[in-house]
């Protein structure tokens, strides 16, 4: 019999072990390191390392959660360099150095869909830059002009004599960074463009592939930890003595629950999330052990004033916010006019439930505080704040703090929060010396996190006896959050008539969160089913009333964004036209068989540059379910810098808003979150998922635009389409399954 | 201690009978492939094989397992050569990647009971959850697997 060691690696392994393991490409080969190769891996205008074997490490500045931007983003350097795939590896940015180098790396936090579009002159312009220092260095070295060389299979050389890269790296690194140097031109494209395979294919399916709860360090401690249940709760007392005794228990630990990790310092919304409320953490030597442990440790909690908060109170407070009237966001034209003239008037109410992001891996985070040091590491969508929260609650500065991101098993925007970032440090604060990794249970993680916020919306509209609306009229509430009416705002359609009114209620007890798909997600669902509301009062079907309503000349002439409307317009007709073709012809409808189609571009603003995704869906009501046939996908994303990961993210946003919006809600009772866990929070199985075809319109646009969400509010406002169609329920409530699905009368 | 086998070996664990093999594996074995998720049978991401059994790790105590043979995701080789290994590889079927440890094992377990499985079949044994929607890929990898491993 063999004593199985456990497996750990030394601090100075540990790092190698986190990044390298995730970073390594399905095909390692072994290149012999060149002669004159440099002893240590060279950094290079702070956006590649050079390796001793010719290797190259690109730096990535988002996280990899899924979304493949270790495979996307490389691309762009890959392309200026001429990297060959198989010798490419990538690593993370450093926190501290982009802290130190006055933001380096441009666009640190992953969110809102950017990374793709903001980083792409940035990495194509860094890696324009260090080829050309790679070049001027292989000149000299080789005594001939830098314009008689060539790039090729990272070496430097004019036909008859060439350098590696490893050669000259540290030559090139001590040359200052040109300006004004181009980036290629894209007909001379060789990667951007091309459907490269996942770098993270072969780790992720082999387990090797390390997450932040994967880390482990010589002499790791497990914590568990609880929060307030109560939304605004402080904990009294807790008796370590009742759980000292049971098997790997070390220690118990009052820490505060942690800064929502978005802006410190706070802005005024939130200070209510800034300290959070009180929480109570178990060490032990495995995390089980402390979770158990946690499970039997007597806490008296004081509950606070949200002690009788329930979903009901929240919407009723929206629905007083509704009553009271709210900031106008839009106003053209006479509204109320146009209602009173209206051949008729519609009028409806829609509901949006609180919704947790939930990704696969739970929040969780690794801390070493040690003399007047402190080094966290954690899977996070915003490293930067990631590092100055795990200073601020080690109570020191930031110079002294060492932030290492990991690979994330999800984030859809919850991870913008880095609360156990602050957790795990302020636990290892108490503790010393020893590495301790915090780690949330899914109970936890659904009862204690950041929420899309809840939402009500009451519309009025009005159609004319020639089935044209005359009159739009919207006011929206939602729980406590950032200002997101722009989804109510932005409706493509080119209303004379139109008021827009918006409501937050801040005092609702649950902190709010980004989730993929954003404020969009609630205001592009309800606008667009309130339009399928008109076109059964006009008597017509939805996909032709929605098109007909998209006219260039009913644009005002007086709008100031005229143009852009213009534009809107013309793009939503292109992307109607390709879905429906692409869909086809439609299977009768009603009988239980139903098809919805929708098409949004997530626009904030006038000119803002995005992804236009159209969507149909085809169902079937059967047995009083919901069956998901197909969905079909048309998606005008500028341009495709990765068209297989393009089609993944599409697929994933698809099945993301699906379930949400089938199965999803989070509910409060007694001040606390009802659901538990995935028996009573689930999401759509392979079993009831679609089949999923996505096509990747031509463009001749030169710019990508961000993929990661559209197609979250998109499929939504196709679903309850589809449902209705079907001969189903309006849907005006989330989630689908709520509603009694058998067929209308 | 406890004896477990795994991954073809014979190991003892220092901890309690009751502890779930999930936590034995992570934590006191580092075998950290297998993932946690839920803890209540719901995810499948813990999915190992106990006797060639695709079973949900978190529900099973170490003090139960018994002489039965335990085959965690770094036992199907570290080279990635499992047919839906490679499958999955050439696929591009992780996003996120936090479940596909448990797809691969549960995909395993159902080639070797169902060497080609139809869709139906496909449905009613993957219930693992992917929050990233991978599901489409996992379908087209079970169903190429499933031809390389009949072509032998």
């Known amino acids: 019999m063999t004593k199985h060691d456990k497996i750990v690696l030394s601090r100075r392994g540990f790092l190698s072990a986190a990044i390298g393991t995730a970073g390594a490409v399905a095909f390692n080969l072994t290149i012999p390191a060149p002669a004159h190769a440099a002893a240590e891996p060279v950094e290079l205008h702070s956006w590649v390392v050079i390796k001793p074997d010719n290797r190259v490490a690109v730096r990535i500045p988002q996280v990899e959660m899924g979304q493949g931007c270790t495979t996307a983003l490389a691309q762009y350097v890959m392309e200026e360099l001429d990297l060959d795939p198989v010798q490419t590896d990538w690593e993370y940015y450093d926190p501290a150095t982009n802290q130190a180098r006055d933001n380096v790396y441009v666009h640190t936090a992953t969110l809102a869909s950017f990374g793709m579009e903001m980083l792409f002159m940035p990495m194509r312009t860094a890696g324009a830059q260090i080829r050309a220092m790679l070049v001027q260095a292989a000149a000299t070295r080789l005594g001939v002009d830098a314009g008689s060389l060539s790039v090729e299979g990272h070496a430097i050389g004019d036909g008859s004599a060439s350098v590696s890269f490893a050669e000259v790296a540290a030559d090139a690194a001590a040359l200052s960074v040109p300006q004004g140097v181009s980036v290629k031109d894209p007909s001379q494209w060789k990667v951007i463009g091309k459907p490269l395979d996942r770098v993270d294919a072969f780790s992720k399916s082999t387990g090797q592939a390390v997450y932040g709860m994967d880390l482990q360090m010589e002499g790791m401690k497990y914590a568990a930890v609880k929060q307030s249940p109560v939304y605004g709760g402080k904990l009294i007392s807790f008796d370590f003595d009742a759980i000292k005794d049971m098997p790997g228990v070390i220690k118990a630990v009052a820490i505060k629950a942690g800064p929502t990790g978005y802006t410190v310092p706070p802005t005024l919304w939130d200070i209510i999330d800034w300290e959070m409320d009180d929480a109570v953490a178990v060490v032990a030597d495995t995390w089980w052990e402390a979770q158990q442990a946690l499970n039997a440790l007597p806490i008296t909690w004081h509950e606070g004033r949200h002690r009788a908060t329930s979903t009901d109170s929240i919407e009723a407070d929206l629905g007083a916010a509704l009553d009271a009237g709210g900031m106008v966001v839009r106003n053209e034209g006479d509204v109320e006019t146009a209602l009173q003239d209206a051949a008729q008037t519609v009028e409806a109410e829609y509901h949006y439930p609180y919704l947790e992001h939930a990704p696969m891996e739970v929040m969780n985070a690794t801390a070493l505080v040690d003399g007047i040091n402190v080094e966290a590491w954690a899977p996070t969508q915003y490293g930067d704040e990631a590092l100055r929260i795990a200073a601020y609650a080690a109570g020191i500065t930031t110079i002294r703090a060492k932030f290492h991101m990991t690979l994330a098993g999800g984030g859809f925007g919850r991870r913008l929060h880095n609360d156990y970032v602050s957790q795990a440090v302020q636990v290892a604060k108490q503790m010393k010396g020893t590495p301790i990794k915090l780690i949330a249970s899914r109970e936890e993680c659904l009862a204690r996190s950041y929420y899309s916020p809840i939402m009500t919306a009451r519309f009025k509209g009005g159609v004319d006896a020639d089935g044209n609306v005359t009159a739009w009229k919207s006011h929206s509430a939602q729980g406590r959050s950032v200002l997101q009416p722009y989804g109510m705002t932005r409706t493509v359609f080119p209303f004379a008539n139109i008021n827009v009114q918006y409501s937050s209620v801040e005092d609702t007890p649950l902190p709010f969160a980004w989730m993929r798909g954003v404020g969009h997600t609630q205001n592009a669902w309800m606008n667009h089913g309130f339009m399928s509301e008109l076109a059964a009062a006009a008597g017509m079907e939805t996909v032709d009333f929605h098109l007909k309503h998209l006219r260039t000349d009913a644009v005002a002439e007086d709008r100031a964004d005229k143009d852009d409307a213009i534009a809107r317009i013309k793009r939503f007709q292109r992307v109607y036209d390709h879905v429906l073709s692409k869909a086809g012809p439609a299977q009768e409808q009603g009988k239980g068989r139903g098809r919805g189609v929708a098409v949004y571009d997530m626009s904030y603003v006038p000119g803002f540059h995005s992804s236009c995704i159209g969507i149909a869906v085809d169902l079937r009501l059967e047995d009083g379910d919901v069956k998901l046939e197909r969905v079909t996908a048309s998606v005008d994303c500028g341009l495709a810098v990765n068209p297989q990961i393009i089609e993944a993210q599409i697929q994933s946003g698809i099945m993301f808003g699906l379930s949400n919006a089938i199965n999803g809600k989070i509910t409060i009772a007694d001040g606390k979150v009802e659901q538990s866990n995935f028996d009573s929070y689930d999401i759509l199985r392979l079993g009831e998922a679609p089949q999923m075809d996505v096509h990747i319109m031509p463009s001749e646009e030169k710019v990508p635009a961000g993929i990661g969400e559209g197609a979250v509010p998109v499929v939504i406002g196709a679903l309850v389409d589809a449902v209705w169609n079907a001969g189903g329920p309006r849907i005006r409530r989330l989630p689908v399954r709520d509603h009694d699905l058998t067929l209308r009368g | ?152």
């Not at chain 2, 074995?29 to 813990?46: D, E, F, P, S, V």
């Open chain 2, 1 to 152: 201690m406890t004896k477990l086998t795994v991954n073809g070996q014979e190991i003892e664990v220092d901890a309690s009978p009751d502890m779930p093999l999930l936590w034995a594996l992570r934590d006191k074995l580092g075998l950290t492939g297998t993932k946690y998720g839920c803890g209540i049978a719901q995810c499948r991401a813990c999915t190992v094989h106990i006797d060639g059994e695709a079973m949900p790790s978190c529900q099973i105590e170490i003090g139960d397992v018994g002489a039965s043979e335990i085959t965690t995701i770094e036992g199907l080789g570290e080279d990635g050569s499992h047919p839906v290994q490679r499958a999955w590889v050439s696929g591009n079927v992780p996003q996120c990647g936090f479940c596909q440890s448990g797809m691969v094992m549960a995909a395993v377990a159902l080639l070797e009971k169902n060497p080609n499985p139809t869709d139906e079949e496909i449905n009613d044994e993957i219930v693992n959850i992917c929050r990233c929607g991978s599901y489409s890929r996992v379908r087209a990898a079970i169903h190429q697997a499933a031809a390389e491993m009949q072509k032998g």
